[in-house]
């Protein structure tokens, strides 16, 4: 074992499993950049950068609170005069890692213009410490196995939530430090560190709720922002989920009626689909799947709510073939779930940033959903019958154990700091009517809807449109961007054949 300095060792019982990682705070104790000379990521030749770690507090409510530590990558704008306002960007989830996104920056486009500062939230995977959840990948694996039953994977939740919440805090860590009000004021304590005059933010999806408290909480040096696929404080998220996925899948099926060729090749598909889906729901079908190590054949019994997931999950690349997958189902032909099916046996992850997502989860969604109306939701479709629109089940959240934000957490922010919103006009994730109803309450903001796409348009590679639009703003953050490109994009032109 490596010595241990003094502060360690009076925490030694905690972090044997994390070394010195985490230390603990002294009272007032500001945070630091802590510069190395390499990050966790391959940075690809020719890209010059900076990478650190950003310490902080583990939870500012606690004076002595342990500290922790949160990489950052720093790259250096190609333009040899750079603006003085850098861009800091932020991912989703939550739970997801930032960090992924390093080894791409000669694709992005705001380095022709200013530095590029991307943030990884507390917990995840490159983070010290990584809130791991490898217990509750394992239980999600073998509840998604054809012989698990419902009630029997619900169960298998509840313990791993527990079993892994036990697990961290028994290493020392702090979960109720865990959440979007944490993660916010580090962003703010980024740019004091810095020494940031200025700068801009890009979130999206989850990392827009960062976003929305940077601006409620420390507005100080906030240039312009950008929050693509917007989830916005006030909403509900459980409550609505399901009306959202009904609601694309509706949007979708219109387009085709209103397309000549689309309903003449496919006529009445909105109609025959549903009455579709509402029968395989009442009388599951069977779909053989061979297993991807063992070679033995699956069975899988699939109802309305598995093929409903299958077409959300589809990219905007896809949206052109979702009625001829349609017409497949109805001819009896499941073959496109098989893929999917196939991935649940390939084995658990390791389960990166889970705890991260439970602990935001369950201290600021699942407190402010109606348990009653989510129960009403599950029932509500008949389409997609037995499917909970919960991320979390009540057990799961009573089991993760986490302090319960207050109610200013799911109120709206108002500003008057330049805002874009950006959606892909069939994301039922986050969807475009959540982003027009925070428009009145940021003065200065703009809506941009993407036609035909999805969710995280910022970074649909297929089409650079969305990058672009987000760096004309971020140069000219006081008029909506009008581009060609997006005057360019029409309507899916769906497959007949």
Request: aromatic letters at 10%; one cysteine or more.
């Amino acid at each position: 074992m490596k010595q241990l300095t003094l502060a360690c060792a009076y925490t030694v019982i905690f972090l044997l499993l994390n070394g010195c990682s985490r230390t603990p705070n002294v009272p007032n104790n500001p945070a630091r950049f802590i510069e190395k000379e390499k990050g966790p990521i391959d940075i690809p030749k020719g890209q010059s950068y900076r990478f650190g770690y950003l310490e902080v507090p583990e939870n500012r409510q606690h004076p002595n609170s342990n500290r922790i530590q949160l990489p950052v990558y720093i790259f250096k704008s190609r333009n040899p005069n750079p603006k003085p306002d850098p861009i800091i960007y932020t991912v989703g989830g939550p739970g997801y890692s930032s960090m992924r996104s390093a080894r791409y920056m000669q694709y992005y486009q705001y380095l022709d213009d200013r530095d590029f500062i991307l943030f990884e939230q507390r917990g995840n995977q490159y983070a010290k410490p990584h809130l791991a959840c490898p217990e509750w990948s394992q239980a999600v694996y073998t509840a998604n196995l054809p012989s698990t039953t419902p009630m029997v994977g619900d169960s298998l939740k509840e313990q791993a939530a527990r079993a892994c919440s036990e697990r961290l805090r028994r290493q020392g860590i702090d979960l109720n430090g865990y959440h979007t009000r944490e993660s916010a004021a580090d962003i703010a304590d980024l740019r004091k560190v810095l020494k940031l005059d200025q700068y801009n933010l890009l979130t999206i999806s989850y990392s827009t709720k960062i976003a929305q408290v940077l601006l409620r909480d420390y507005p100080q040096g906030i240039r312009s922002v950008i929050m693509e696929s917007p989830l916005p404080l006030e909403v509900n998220y459980d409550e609505e989920s399901n009306q959202n996925l009904v609601e694309v899948l509706d949007k979708l099926l219109k387009a085709c009626e209103a397309s000549p060729s689309c309903q003449g090749a496919f006529p009445g598909l909105k109609k025959r689909f549903y009455q579709y889906l509402e029968d395989i729901t009442n009388n599951p079908q069977k779909v053989l799947v061979e297993h991807p190590k063992s070679g033995e054949m699956e069975t899988f019994l699939i109802t309305g709510k598995d093929i409903v997931g299958l077409l959300s999950s589809l990219s905007a690349d896809d949206v052109p073939t979702i009625p001829i997958i349609m017409e497949r189902f109805l001819a009896g032909d499941l073959a496109a779930l098989k893929p999917q099916l196939a991935s649940l046996l390939e084995g658990p992850s390791k389960g990166a940033g889970v705890g991260m997502r439970l602990s935001v989860w369950c201290a600021e969604e699942y407190p402010f959903n109606s348990q009653d109306k989510i129960q009403e939701e599950t029932k509500r479709y008949a389409i997609i019958s037995g499917l909970s629109p919960a991320v979390y089940s009540a057990s799961v959240c009573e089991a993760w154990s986490v302090k319960v934000q207050g109610p200013l957490e799911n109120k709206a922010v108002k500003s008057d700091i330049p805002v874009l919103l950006m959606n892909g006009e069939y994301d039922n994730l986050t969807p475009p009517k959540w982003a027009s109803k925070m428009l009145p309450n940021l003065s200065n903001s703009y809506h941009l809807v993407f036609p035909g796409w999805r969710h995280n348009v910022a970074t649909y590679w297929s089409n650079p449109c969305g990058m672009e639009s987000a760096n004309a703003f971020f140069n000219d953050p006081y008029s909506k961007p009008n581009l060609e490109c997006f005057s360019q994009i029409q309507a899916p032109e769906f497959q007949l054949e």
